[in-house]
Protein backbone atom coordinates (compact mmCIF):
# COMPACT_ATOMS: atom_id res chain seq x y z
CA UNK A 1 0.00 0.00 0.00
CA UNK A 2 2.86 2.47 0.46
CA UNK A 3 2.97 2.84 -3.35
CA UNK A 4 -0.11 3.72 -3.84
CA UNK A 5 -0.22 6.12 -0.94
CA UNK A 6 2.42 7.71 -2.86
CA UNK A 7 0.60 7.61 -6.11
CA UNK A 8 -2.31 8.98 -4.23
CA UNK A 9 0.15 12.28 -2.99
CA UNK A 10 1.40 12.82 -6.69
CA UNK A 11 -1.96 12.64 -8.47
CA UNK A 12 -2.92 15.42 -5.75
CA UNK A 13 -0.10 17.68 -5.81
CA UNK A 14 -0.18 17.08 -10.06
CA UNK A 15 -3.91 18.20 -10.04
CA UNK A 16 -3.72 20.26 -7.22
CA UNK A 17 -6.63 18.26 -5.45
CA UNK A 18 -8.73 19.06 -2.24
CA UNK A 19 -7.74 16.78 0.79
CA UNK A 20 -11.51 15.39 1.10
CA UNK A 21 -10.84 14.07 -2.34
CA UNK A 22 -7.63 12.27 -1.09
CA UNK A 23 -8.74 10.64 1.96
CA UNK A 24 -11.80 9.34 0.06
CA UNK A 25 -9.09 7.58 -2.52
CA UNK A 26 -6.81 6.38 0.13
CA UNK A 27 -9.78 5.01 1.62
CA UNK A 28 -11.54 3.54 -1.22
CA UNK A 29 -8.25 2.27 -2.79
CA UNK A 30 -6.92 0.38 0.40
CA UNK A 31 -10.29 -1.76 0.48
CA UNK A 32 -10.31 -2.54 -3.33
CA UNK A 33 -6.17 -2.91 -3.35
CA UNK A 34 -6.86 -5.29 -0.42
CA UNK A 35 -9.35 -7.29 -1.65
CA UNK A 36 -7.42 -7.73 -5.08
CA UNK A 37 -4.02 -9.09 -2.62
CA UNK A 38 -6.39 -11.30 -0.71
CA UNK A 39 -9.33 -13.01 -3.21
CA UNK A 40 -8.32 -12.18 -6.82
CA UNK A 41 -5.45 -14.96 -7.37
CA UNK A 42 -5.81 -18.47 -6.76
CA UNK A 43 -2.49 -19.34 -7.42
CA UNK A 44 1.74 -18.30 -6.44
CA UNK A 45 2.29 -17.15 -9.84
CA UNK A 46 3.55 -13.40 -9.92
CA UNK A 47 0.64 -10.93 -10.90
CA UNK A 48 0.50 -7.21 -11.14
CA UNK A 49 -2.16 -4.55 -10.77
CA UNK A 50 -2.58 -1.13 -12.47
CA UNK A 51 -3.95 2.04 -11.24
CA UNK A 52 -4.64 5.42 -13.54
CA UNK A 53 -5.78 8.63 -12.57
CA UNK A 54 -7.20 11.51 -14.68
CA UNK A 55 -9.29 14.50 -13.94
CA UNK A 56 -11.56 14.65 -17.03
CA UNK A 57 -15.24 16.60 -17.29
CA UNK A 58 -14.82 17.89 -13.74
CA UNK A 59 -14.39 14.36 -12.27
CA UNK A 60 -11.26 12.39 -11.18
CA UNK A 61 -11.65 9.22 -12.54
CA UNK A 62 -9.23 6.32 -10.93
CA UNK A 63 -9.19 2.46 -12.88
CA UNK A 64 -8.00 -0.01 -11.10
CA UNK A 65 -6.96 -3.14 -13.50
CA UNK A 66 -5.97 -6.66 -12.22
CA UNK A 67 -5.37 -10.20 -14.03
CA UNK A 68 -7.42 -11.92 -11.49
CA UNK A 69 -10.82 -13.99 -10.89
CA UNK A 70 -13.58 -12.90 -12.88
CA UNK A 71 -15.52 -10.79 -9.89
CA UNK A 72 -17.83 -8.06 -10.03
CA UNK A 73 -17.52 -6.51 -6.52
CA UNK A 74 -20.60 -4.45 -7.20
CA UNK A 75 -22.76 -7.32 -8.01
CA UNK A 76 -21.82 -8.31 -4.02
CA UNK A 77 -25.26 -7.57 -1.59
CA UNK A 78 -25.48 -4.84 0.31
CA UNK A 79 -24.46 -5.48 4.16
CA UNK A 80 -27.97 -5.05 6.19
CA UNK A 81 -27.08 -2.02 8.76
CA UNK A 82 -30.55 -1.80 10.27
CA UNK A 83 -28.88 -5.17 12.35
CA UNK A 84 -26.93 -4.49 15.25
CA UNK A 85 -22.64 -5.07 14.15
CA UNK A 86 -22.42 -8.83 15.40
CA UNK A 87 -25.47 -10.16 14.29
CA UNK A 88 -24.45 -8.43 10.31
CA UNK A 89 -23.51 -11.43 8.06
CA UNK A 90 -19.39 -10.84 7.00
CA UNK A 91 -18.90 -9.27 3.92
CA UNK A 92 -19.72 -6.68 1.34
CA UNK A 93 -19.38 -3.53 3.79
CA UNK A 94 -15.82 -1.91 2.01
CA UNK A 95 -17.92 -2.26 -0.81
CA UNK A 96 -20.62 -0.14 0.81
CA UNK A 97 -17.66 2.51 1.57
CA UNK A 98 -15.79 2.76 -1.74
CA UNK A 99 -19.66 3.32 -3.14
CA UNK A 100 -20.65 6.03 -0.68
CA UNK A 101 -17.13 7.39 -0.60
CA UNK A 102 -17.28 8.13 -4.55
CA UNK A 103 -19.87 9.44 -6.94
CA UNK A 104 -20.04 6.75 -9.07
CA UNK A 105 -18.51 2.79 -9.25
CA UNK A 106 -18.13 0.54 -12.41
CA UNK A 107 -17.29 -2.89 -12.83
CA UNK A 108 -16.35 -4.19 -16.60
CA UNK A 109 -14.13 -7.70 -17.61
CA UNK A 110 -12.27 -6.47 -20.48
CA UNK A 111 -10.17 -9.73 -21.71
CA UNK A 112 -8.47 -11.49 -19.11
CA UNK A 113 -9.26 -7.97 -16.82
CA UNK A 114 -11.11 -6.89 -13.87
CA UNK A 115 -11.68 -3.14 -14.15
CA UNK A 116 -13.10 -1.14 -11.80
CA UNK A 117 -13.39 2.91 -12.11
CA UNK A 118 -14.14 4.74 -9.31
CA UNK A 119 -15.53 8.31 -9.94
CA UNK A 120 -14.86 11.15 -7.98
CA UNK A 121 -17.13 14.50 -8.94
CA UNK A 122 -14.87 17.69 -8.04
CA UNK A 123 -16.47 20.85 -7.05
CA UNK A 124 -15.05 24.38 -7.98
CA UNK A 125 -15.34 27.11 -5.27
CA UNK A 126 -19.19 27.99 -7.21
CA UNK A 127 -19.96 24.31 -6.27
CA UNK A 128 -19.79 23.28 -10.23
CA UNK A 129 -18.03 20.44 -11.21
Not at 74 to 89: I, M, N, T, Y
Amino acid sequence: MDSVLEMIDKVGDAYGLPAEVLTNLRIALDEVVTNIVKYAYNDARRHEFTIRCEVRGGALETVVEDDGIAYDPLQAPAPDLSVSFDQRKVGGLGVHFVKSLMSAVTYERVGNRNRLTLKQELKTDRGNA
